[in-house]
C-alpha cells in the first residue's frame, strides 16, 4: 500500500455462466502504520534546524562590540550572511530540481514503449499496455497467449503476473491467474512511486493439461510520472519548521544573556 491509513479490498464474485451460482462480495478492511524511516528523517531534519536556531541563538546573544559606522557586530553579520547564501543555494536548487522533474515528466509523456512479444514452445505470449502512468491513477496492461501455429488462443496456461520498482528493486504487486477462453487477461494497477516500473508476466504450463512447454517470460517498462503534494501540506510543514528552528533560536538567545557594547573612537 502507498501510505498509512486504512484501506478496503473489495471483491465480488459472479459465475462465467448465469445461475451457476448466486454472486457474492466480501470486504477486507486493514490498517497500515507510517514507514518507520520517516519517523527518522523527521527527527534528523528537526535536530538541524534545532541545532541551526540554538547556534544563531548564541551567536547573535554574545558579548560583541559594535564598530563605528557598522550596524551590527561583525560575527552577527557572518551569521546573517552565511543564512542568506545557504538560502539562495536552497532556491537554486529546488528551482533546478523542479525544471529536471518537468523536463523528465515531458520526455516520460513522449515515450511510448513498444508492447513486449516472447515466442517458444509453440506459444506466442504479447504484452501490452500504458507504457506511461501517473501517481495514484489507473494503467491498464493486457496479457495474449495464442498457438504459434494456428493463432487459436491457449487459455490452458498459468500467468504469474509482478510489478517491480526499479528504483530499489522491490516488488510491489504480484497476482496468479489464468487466461480467459480469448487466451486474454487484462488487469488495472495504480502504481504509488514516481519512478520506472517493470510488469513481468511469466507463463506456465498447467499440470493437468495435455499441452505442455518451457516456462516463457514477458516485461515491459512503465515510466511513472510522481505528483506534487497540496499546497496547503507544504505550506503547514513549512510552519513547522520554521517554527522548531525559532524554538532553538530563542533557546540560544535565553541560554546566553549578553547586551551588545557599543565603542566608539
Known sequence: MPIRGTYQLHVKVIPEIAGAFEPFEQTLTF????NPIK???LA???AILLLAGFGGGWVISGRQIVEPGE???QRVRLLLSGATIVAILTLLTV???AEKASTQAHLIHSHTTAPAFQKSGGLQVRLSGDSNATVGQTTTQIIQVTDAATGKP???AILNIRAIALEDNQLVFAY???PDLEGKF???AQFFDGAPHQVVVEVLPQASSTRQFQPLQVARRVEVEGIEPPLSRRLISLGYFTSIFISGLAAGLLLRPKQLLNQSC
Not at 490498517?31 to 507510517?34: D, G, I, L, Q, R
Open 95 to 97: 528551482n533546478i530540481s
Open 154 to 156: 491457449v487459455n490452458d
Open 31 to 34: 490498517s497500515v502504520p507510517e
Open 186 to 188: 487484462n488487469w488495472q
Open 39 to 41: 519517523y527518522r528523517n
Open 44 to 46: 534528523i531534519l528537526a
Open 176 to 178: 496468479q491467474t489464468t
Open 71 to 73: 550596524i551590527a557586530p
